[in-house]
């Protein structure tokens, strides 16, 4: 049965309608808060912020769909391992940018064989691959929550003050390396509009990395397999190995980004807090522009950008109409509804 | 026959073999149970109490899987709007102050065409995302939990009028976070009651609601019975074959989720009329997932489950969550490690079923790929 | 398709044969009401069933009008038992308190009479089976007569349609087969019968049609026709001679020997073929479809699974290992260009780069460390103009996207990428299947060019005869997996009837 389609001008149809309703609502948000004076320039401050916070956790999903594999539902597999690094670190007493790194080089080494066994098992669970990650990564947090509880660290900034056993649900990182990132060249544009640089050059040069990988051997091979199975067998290019690849890059930038994350945040978060995180992160590249089958540097940054924002001047904007807290809500409704839009539309153009 | 001796001892050894793999999820997984029953040291007519009101309260949500993965849409991640819509005629008749069994009678009648409306936008959702039905029905209650936030927390009281002091939050609009349904608590379960002393332990059995089970039970059974359930399994086997023969796939995939949904909705009612209280934002979240890890604990996998194994599974997982949180105050002297420890084993359990799964059906592709050949 | 008219009468066996895309599964989905059909634009003309019109948007409405079809495809669930299949979706019920009701659907099933009317429909097409075991596992000839079974036992069957049914089937049960269907005929049951085999339609069939193109090009009648005739008419006559070649002279040496190849490639299978190509010639590899003329150049260059003895370049060649064909010098212009030769969403330099980049590391920036070498853009754009200037590439450029180009200009992308791995020798399947007759010449000018002038060895399979013997040196012929015949492109008609037909095989 052929459905009629709405004759709709090239560019909206090009652009997409969800992104098109999203970009509408952000403007009256701004809008909203133009009229109503409030502090402009702390919420394009936040947003930027957050903007640098969250960027590599959405920038790892772009090596899984570049890859073929899809929509990294399974990035709090990525994400433990940067949590196991911080934690391992900070038990150390590593502190600042030394921390950072420690963290990093911890986080990278675990995701790099966690990445590998993730993407042989998505190599065996081909067409499933979002519902066996999903549950993976359920499975992988609830599993290093009872992990949190054994776990043999002993540094008293971490553990339970009463009792002494298992880490805190959050560790402050006041004093260790709250914002090293953030803070590093920090500048402000105009008054009240501060750059985190550090964070954004980090967020930055991972981008630009990305970009160049997909664009030597290895990476064109990873992408060339991705747009056809058969097309890559025929190259002789293994399309298991490649997808493989993917999924350990994305699983490894996972980990770094969560590592930057909680700098910036000031707070690693343990226990259930990466369970969901995958979601927005995927309606972030989503909103950008990617689909399903592909997605860019460019997806990932004006993704991050416009979701972001939202979730910054929801909160402040809605609260002087009404009380309580709707950006929770916003959140829920945009970013599952952006996932929805996009399962639907697999297969098509 | 007289030298089959050694033969047949194989074949027998065989047969049992293949049993104990082809039932050693439930087996394993009553192996955890006892072994945290023994090691908490729970006394049995404790354990009895418990079971009986557990059972009785989830078994119609677990049901609710059955249809749509005889249907081959897999396990119903969506059954979470079908309790969301159980949840919104819950609300309702408090608000409209209609008590007892005419509360849960009028609660259950309301829910029913909010549940097959809501049905019939999921089945149609999955009509557009086939082979992705699962992530899609999981997604689809994330969404419909913010449509939910929105109504019950900004639009009763503003846009919508509803102006009851005890379930509105003080500042005019949006509901409470808990809805007292004291007025419909227990009008199932209570009105038939069978109480018994065991060990000095009073034990309870909502006898009436067990007869409501049984008829969900043999409802089911029924309509797999029928010229429809025999079109659903032809389906859930191949589609394109069951389209073929001229069977209806998309329009009956639609009827599916909303059969599916609707028992949600009841089945969520009748949990709740059991609990007393109503969590508005949260009574439903974990709804999905605690279903669908009862019914694959049994065995069950993401394309055959049957009712049997949805009774079991329900028995098998809700042992496990009694047991262990004691288990783990025995074992470590913390209760919150085997609450954790409960959570991943839900989530484990979906984790392996669904990797099973998509392994077996890729390979099975494989393997249809070289037959033609 | 265009301008078929056909009839079938009652008690007759009516045999429509053609290669495929000749327009027989079109015409089988329109009679069946398939929806891909309606998806695709639908169909002008009309469909008379018994004297009255009749327009089918679903199976369901084929089937209700009494058309029946027994699939090439096995239509069966394999989890469910034999009597359910047959059954399935016109099962015997029974009323009950809920179908009186909420309808019809939720009747219960009426599981004696379901085993009762099996029964009966495995007994009139001679299956001895118990009709209540699971169909999975069962042999593939027990399928295709449940199959049958199904069809016979449809009360207002008028028109059985036959799709190949007797390519899976072993000789004897293809033979029951045919005698069923003759059966069902005397019975009073109008049957098309689809199929490749020749001899079957003339040991059956009533009348023949023969379809080409979308069109009908011959009506033979099957008591004075021969299967050499009907052959021909399916091929077609060549047509002008495309560039006039130069033979060469058989004393070339061979720069590709292969012996004994088999390549397990579905519906192209290839056994035990020897054949030797010689440097600088084009050989044409022809044959009907499902033969395996397709097979050999898949088998050489790894995509299926090929054993047997190959030898290029005076060295041995190890097969099933894609990525040694390629640094060995050989190149595929394959017939599956969508799924195979192009990565449909990225540009067309891209595209018309990949397998050097991949086989020889071409177009990268020259570093020390081989994997950190970066794509280099400038020699990948200058490269791709330069194609498309010597290909002569509709395009808006080089970077535009390679699945809005016409087909004929994505074949040559396709080229412009074989032709950039720089070949010894090279392979092209179908090189102008789905595209449009100006830019078949050019593509087909392209590929003698590159012979003429660059010295590359030839290997082009295609199903349009003509084409073949208007570029090719040598034409060999497959027939059931073998090589039936290597002919010189200019020998007669009939030779190459006969080659196709399988009969020389046997003459020689």
């Known amino acids: 049965m052929p459905r009629p389609k709405l004759p709709l001008p090239g560019f909206i149809s090009e652009f997409g309608i969800p992104r098109l309703l999203i970009a509408v609502f952000l403007v009256i948000l701004f809008a909203v808060a133009v009229a109503t004076h409030m502090d402009l320039r702390g919420l394009i401050s936040d947003s930027i912020v957050r903007v640098g916070r969250n960027g590599i956790l959405v920038l790892a999903l772009l090596p899984a769909i570049q890859g073929g594999v899809g929509l990294n539902f399974g990035l709090p597999l990525g994400i ?49 691959e979002m519902m066996v990650g999903t549950y993976l990564g359920f499975a992988i947090v609830s599993m290093m929550s009872v992990f949190w509880l054994l776990a043999p660290f002993k540094n008293p900034t971490l553990v339970w003050a009463i009792g002494g056993r298992g880490l805190r649900t959050t560790l402050s990182l006041g004093g260790i390396y709250d914002k090293v990132l953030d803070r590093w060249l920090r500048f402000e544009i105009v008054e009240g509009v501060w750059i985190p640089t550090g964070t954004l050059i980090v967020f930055g040069a991972l981008c630009f990395l990305v970009w160049l990988f997909f664009r030597t051997r ?116 945009i970013q599952n509804g952006m996932i929805l839009y996009a399962l639907t539309r697999v297969g098509r153009t | 026959m007289a030298r089959g001796g050694p033969e047949q001892g194989r074949v027998a050894r065989g047969l049992i073999g293949r049993g104990l793999l082809r039932h050693a999820v439930p087996i394993l997984f009553a192996g955890l149970c006892l072994f945290g029953i023994l090691v908490a040291k729970i006394t049995p007519p404790f354990l009895l109490s418990e079971m009986f009101v557990r059972i009785s309260r989830n078994s119609v949500l677990v049901l609710a899987l059955l249809i749509p993965i005889l249907a081959g849409l897999g396990l119903n991640f969506g059954i979470v709007i079908g309790a969301m819509a159980g949840q919104i005629a819950a609300i309702l008749i408090v608000h409209w102050g209609v008590p007892g069994l ?44 913010g449509v939910y936030q929105l109504i019950f927390l900004f639009a009763v009281g503003s846009i919508i009028p509803f102006h009851s002091a005890s379930m509105v939050l003080p500042q005019g609009y949006g509901l409470r976070n808990t809805v007292d349904l004291g007025t419909i608590q227990y009008a ?55 389209a073929i023969a001229g069977i209806a796939v998309e329009r009956n995939r639609i009827v599916a989720t909303v059969l599916s949904t609707v028992l949600a909705a009841w089945g969520q009612l009748l949990f709740l009329q059991n609990i007393g209280t109503l969590n508005t934002y949260s009574s439903h979240e974990q709804v999905g997932m605690f279903a669908i890890a009862a019914l694959l604990v049994s065995g069950a996998t993401v394309s055959h489950a049957t ?13 496990l969550f009694v047991v262990s949180p004691l288990a783990g105050k025995a074992l470590a002297g913390d209760a919150q490690i085997g609450e954790f420890f409960r959570v991943f084993v839900a989530y484990a359990v979906i984790t392996v079923a669904l990797v099973l799964h998509a392994w077996q059906s890729a390979r099975a592709a494989r393997e249809a790929r070289a037959e033609t050949r | 398709m265009k301008g078929v008219s056909l009839s079938v009468r009652e008690g007759e066996i009516h045999a429509l044969v053609g290669e495929n895309g000749a327009g027989k599964s079109t015409l089988m989905n329109i009679l069946f009401g398939m929806p891909v059909i309606w998806e695709t634009g639908g169909y002008g003309g009309e469909v008379l069933l018994g004297g009255t019109t009749a327009r089918f948007h679903s199976p369901a409405e084929a089937m209700e009008a009494g058309i029946g079809m027994v699939h090439q495809e096995f239509m069966l669930l394999p989890g469910f038992r034999v009597a359910e299949n ?101 019975k009073g049951h109008a049957i098309l019968f689809i199929t490749h ?28 026709t021969t299967v050499v005739r009907i052959a021909e008419l399916m091929v077609g006559r060549p047509a002008a001679v495309v560039a006039q070649r130069r033979f060469f002279a058989p004393a070339t040496e061979p720069v590709l020997g292969i012996e004994h190849l088999s390549v397990d490639m579905p519906g192209e299978r290839v056994h035990d073929v020897s054949l030797a190509v010689r440097r600088g010639e084009i050989l044409g590899i022809g044959g009907l479809a499902g033969h395996g003329k397709l097979g050999i150049a898949n088998g050489i260059m790894g995509l299926y699974p090929a054993s047997g003895r190959v030898i290029f370049d005076k060295a041995l060649f190890s097969l099933n290992e894609p990525r040694m064909a390629l640094e060995r010098g050989l190149a595929f212009v394959s017939e599956d260009r969508r799924g195979v030769g192009l990565l449909p969403e990225e540009s067309i330099e891209l595209n018309i780069a990949l397998s050097a980049l991949e086989a020889h590391g071409r177009f990268l920036h020259p570093f020390p460390i081989p994997a950190l070498r970066v794509l280099e853009q400038r020699a990948l754009r200058t490269h791709a103009l330069e194609m498309i200037r010597a290909l002569d590439i509709r395009t808006t450029g080089p970077s535009q996207q390679v699945r809005r180009l016409s087909g004929g200009n994505q074949q040559k992308v396709c080229v412009a990428r074989a032709m950039t791995l720089e070949p010894k020798l090279l392979f092209v399947s179908e090189p102008t299947r789905g595209i449009d007759v100006g830019a078949k010449q050019r593509v087909l000018e392209i590929l003698t060019a590159l012979n003429r002038d660059h ?49 020389t095989a046997q003459a020689a």
Request: glycine share 10%; with cysteine.
């Open chain 1, 80 to 128: 433990i391992c940067g949590l196991v690094g911080a934690v391992i670190s900070l038990n150390a007493g590593v502190h600042g940018i030394a921390g950072v790194l420690a963290a990093t080089g911890i986080g990278v080494a675990l995701a790099i064989p966690a990445g590998a066994a993730y993407g042989w098992l998505l190599n065996r669970t081909r067409g499933q």
């Open chain 3, 197 to 224: 085999r020749l001899d079957e339609v003339l040991a059956v069939a009533d009348r023949i049609t023969v379809l080409r193109d979308g069109e009908i090009v011959g009506t033979p009648d099957p008591k004075s």
């Open chain 2, 188 to 242: 199932i379960d209570g009105l038939i009651p069978l109480r018994f002393q065991m060990q000095g332990v009073e034990i309870r059995v909502p006898i009436v609601s067990y007869a409501v089970i049984a008829v969900f039970c043999m409802l089911t059974l029924f309509f797999f019975r029928t010229r429809l359930g025999q079109q659903f399994r032809a389906m859930g086997q191949d589609p394109h074959v069951a």
């Open chain 3, 86 to 186: 047959i059954k399935l979706n016109r099962e015997p019920t029974r009323p009950n308190p809920a179908s009186k009701i909420l309808g019809r659907t939720l009747e219960s099933l009426n599981v004696p009479r379901m085993r009762a009317d099996a029964r009966r429909a495995l007994d009139s097409v001679g299956l001895g089976i118990d009709e209540w075991i699971p169909v999975a596992g069962l042999p593939v000839g027990h399928m295709q007569f449940i199959e049958i079974a199904r069809e016979v036992d449809k009360a207002n069957l008028k028109l059985l349609i036959f799709d190949e049914p007797t390519a899976v089937l072993t000789e004897t049960d293809a033979e029951k087969l045919l005698e069923i269907m003759r059966g069902l005929a005397s």
């Open chain 3, 455 to 503: 010295g590359v060895t030839l290997v082009v399979t295609s199903s349009e005869l003509a084409e073949l013997r208007g570029v090719s040196d040598r034409v060999a012929i497959v027939y059931r997996g073998k090589i039936a015949a290597v002919l010189p492109p200019d020998a007669p008609d009939a030779d190459f009837g006969l080659a196709m037909a399988g009969e």
């Open chain 2, 307 to 319: 009712v049997g194994q949805a009774l079991l599974g329900t028995v098998l997982f809700h042992t």
């Open chain 1, 218 to 333: 290895m990476g064109i091979t990873i992408a060339a397999a991705r747009s056809s199975t058969r097309f890559a067998r025929a190259a002789g290019i293994s399309d298991e190995r490649t997808r493989v690849q993917a999924t350990m890059l994305s699983t490894v930038l996972a980990a770094i980004g969560i590592v930057v994350f909680s700098q910036s945040y000031g707070f690693v978060q343990l226990y259930t807090a990466p369970l969901l995180m995958a979601f927005p992160a995927i309606a972030c590249i989503l909103i950008g522009g990617a689909t399903v089958t592909r997605a860019t540097i460019g997806h990932v940054i004006v993704g991050t950008l416009l979701f972001q924002s939202i979730l910054t001047v929801a909160l402040p904007v809605t609260s002087q109409v009404i009380q309580g807290d709707i950006s929770e809500t916003a959140r829920l409704i």
């Open chain 2, 102 to 145: 005419a509360g849960f009678g009028l609660a259950w009648l309301l829910a029913t065409p909010v549940a097959i409306l809501l049905g019939i936008l999921t089945g149609a959702l999955f009509n557009r995302a086939k082979g992705r039905e699962m992530v899609t029905g999981l997604i689809a209650g994330f969404f419909a939990n």
